[in-house]
């Protein structure tokens, strides 16, 4: 790469949100790609579930179009039709949701190099300078000045920081791919419980044929003092009596350690020509985790937005896309972020816990899980309190 190259759109940062960015973004734009891996989207750091299209009508009902969900069948491992959420003692509830287990670095990459631009791998950032005129990016073998830059580099998003704008709520998670899984393959396995997954909730996501992402979301703060994350996630593979049947012959080929933002997105995604999208802005559903679809429809909007700038040479344009992204989804992550504040105040022990599910039923969950609340979570800011004198 050149000491020092000019652009028109700089996307910092080429995982979900990034690549649909560049794919949306029309091709006489001279934009650039930036990521610090060598192959985009690996290793994988994600559980790889993307709700089907109908289940999306559902979680997002205010998108206008949701082609997006057409997920071509070469980056699919497995399909599965139910989730399975498994309380500290036993309780299970099942609800029907079809979910595509995604091949997410394969389609990362197809995404992002079919887009026709250009892409620099290997490439880290390591200083943003936001100016009005050409906002510079500091690599560590050059410099790449941009007219617009989105910053588009996950949780840990350098653009955010240099903006003085980063979400620090983050739930860490550690996730091992394993063979020789015994689960049934058309369900995604969910398990709360202080002893596997403190302040969060552990899987088990099939990829078919005997492979499962199996990993735990877990807030040190809120586990037992000398407990740690990985301690967790080998007692649920080993011991823990809900998970461990179906894990008891599993062998761990590979692992990863990531960070999951919990938090409300940012409030304000638009910096005089800088954007912010996807993680880095913390648009993610945050009761569950999920961050892939709200990813894809941010990074799609931004292009969308972007191209109209470079057609009208209109730059203040770009202050649309804060409204724009969130008309299709702030409602499911306000809805998401009430269901996980109640979550925080349930999750401390596993009797309140087990107390608590005890008032749901399995259409409550399927209602939880598509961001729904159910009117039992409704009243129950009011009802907690009265139900923890018992
Ligand atoms: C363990 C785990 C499991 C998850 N499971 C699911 C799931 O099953 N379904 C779901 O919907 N969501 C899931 N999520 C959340 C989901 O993965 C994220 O919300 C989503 O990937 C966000 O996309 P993004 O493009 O914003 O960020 P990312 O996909 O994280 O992409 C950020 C990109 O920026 C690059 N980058 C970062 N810093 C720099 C830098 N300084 N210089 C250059 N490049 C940089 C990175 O290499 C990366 O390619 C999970 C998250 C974790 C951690």
């Not at 979680?59 to 989730?83: G, V």
Request: hydrophobic share 45%; aromatic share 8%.
């Amino acid at each position: 790469m050149p000491n020092q190259i000019e652009v028109e759109v700089a996307v910092a940062g080429v995982g979900i949100a990034g690549a649909f960015l560049l794919r949306g973004l029309n091709r006489n734009i001279k934009a650039v790609g930036i990521d610090k891996r060598e192959k985009l989207g690996y290793p994988v750091e994600c559980g790889e579930i993307v709700p089907f299209k109908e289940e999306m009508k559902i979680l997002l009902p205010d998108l206008e179009d949701y082609s997006l969900f057409d997920i071509p069948k070469r980056y699919e491992s497995n399909k599965t039709k139910f989730i399975s959420f498994t309380g500290p003692d036993g309780k299970e509830f099942v609800v029907d949701f079809k979910m595509h287990v995604v091949e997410r670095d394969r389609m990362i990459s197809e995404v992002a190099e079919k887009s026709g631009h250009e892409i620099l791998k290997s490439s880290r950032i390591i200083r943003f300078t936001p100016l009005h005129s050409k906002s510079a990016l500091k690599l560590e073998n050059g410099v790449v000045k941009a007219e617009v830059v989105a910053g588009c580099d996950g949780a840990n998003s350098r653009i955010a920081s240099a903006l003085k704008v980063r979400k620090l709520t983050v739930v860490p998670s550690k996730q091992y791919v394993m063979e020789n899984v015994e689960c049934d393959e058309d369900t995604v396995y969910m398990f709360v419980g202080k002893k596997i997954a403190a302040g969060g909730y552990a899987w088990i996501i099939p990829k078919g044929n005997g492979i499962a992402n199996v990993g735990v979301g877990f807030v040190r703060q809120k586990a037992e003092r000398g407990d740690n994350i990985i301690k967790a996630l080998e007692r649920f593979i080993k011991e823990y009596p809900h998970s461990s049947i179906f894990l008891k012959h599993a062998r761990v080929l590979s692992e990863i350690g990531a960070v999951v933002p919990v938090d409300l997105p940012l409030e304000k995604t638009v910096h005089g020509k800088t954007l912010l999208v996807g993680d880095a802005a913390s648009m993610v559903i945050s009761h569950v985790g999920a961050g892939i679809p709200t990813s894809m429809i941010a990074g799609d909007v931004a292009a969308r937005i972007i191209n109209e700038c470079f057609e009208s040479g209109e730059f203040s344009r770009l202050e649309s896309f804060d409204e724009r992204w969130r008309k299709l989804m702030l409602g499911a992550m306000e809805r998401a972020y009430f269901i996980k504040s109640l979550w925080d105040k349930i999750s401390e022990s596993d009797e309140k816990i087990a107390k608590h599910f005890k008032l749901l039923s399995d259409k409550d969950m399927w209602n939880i899980l598509h961001a729904r609340i159910p009117f039992k979570l409704k009243i129950a800011p009011i009802l907690l309190p009265l139900l923890n004198l018992f």
